[in-house]
């Protein structure tokens, strides 16, 4: 019998919302613990014994203690998925997650997460060079799912996870998706799936609805 995971979140994380879907997609047993970030409980020093960065998510998987969502969806899927449906095993396949989540952790994060963070704990943000970010990667991934189903082909993988939920919020910090159709297509086939989770959703500013 599986034992439960226990998932340290936020619940307006994206970050800990791609490993929460992985989870369920899974369907892996776990249990969430909220970890207040208003209250500086990421900071504190039982937290940072988990991850000494100080950020979520964290897991711990029996006597593994993980962070980084990234990280995290990857252990996830080679430990826990033997039919490879999220994760995959050739060299190119692997090659083309991987670009993907670097792109997660790279441009995603300091475009649509970026502007989105703003909005959320109203902090004043320089928008240029996030709206720039924005622009490129949205026509990547519209130009991407155009001519195919998925990020690395014809089924779901950590790929789509880890660029879903940051791009989905993406009107809460003020990006419209309305000049991207196949990406809007992807991201309503993906909400469409059995065991899809929905993020909470924040205000959408006027003029940035989805």
């Known amino acids: 019998m599986t034992q439960t995971i226990k998932l340290y979140r936020h619940p307006l994380s994206g970050h800990a919302h791609r490993v929460e879907m992985l989870l369920n997609f899974l369907e892996l047993p776990f249990e969430s613990i909220d970890v207040d970030l208003v209250k500086r409980a990421h900071k504190a020093p039982d937290y940072l014994a988990k991850n000494s960065m100080g950020q979520v998510p964290v897991i711990e998987d029996g006597d593994v203690t993980l962070a980084d969502s990234n990280a995290i969806m990857v252990y996830l899927a080679l430990r826990h998925d033997p039919l490879h449906r999220y994760y995959p095993r050739d060299p190119l396949g692997i090659a083309r997650v991987q670009r993907w989540l670097s792109l997660a952790a ?3 994060a300091m475009g649509p997460g970026l502007l989105r ?6 902090t004043p943000v320089d928008r240029t060079g996030p709206e720039a970010l924005c622009k490129q990667l949205l026509q990547m991934l519209d130009d991407t799912l ?11 993988s ?4 880890a660029l879903y939920t940051y791009t989905a ?10 000049p991207y159709p196949a990406l809007r297509a992807w991201l ?8 899809f989770v929905p993020m909470q959703r924040l205000p959408v500013p ?3 609805a989805r």
């Not at 963070?117 to 109203?122: Q, V």
């Not at 919020?169 to 309305?178: D, F, I, R």
């Not at 309503?188 to 065991?195: F, S």
Request: aromatic share 4%.
């Open 146 to 156: 155009g001519k195919q189903t998925f990020l690395v082909g014809d089924t779901l």
């Open 106 to 108: 790279g441009e995603l």
């Open 169 to 178: 919020h993406a009107p809460e910090g003020g990006v419209s998706l309305e």
């Open 206 to 208: 006027a003029g940035a």
């Open 188 to 195: 309503a086939r993906i909400e469409a799936l059995p065991r």
């Open 117 to 122: 963070k703003s909005a959320l704990f109203r």
């Open 158 to 161: 950590i790929a789509d996870l």
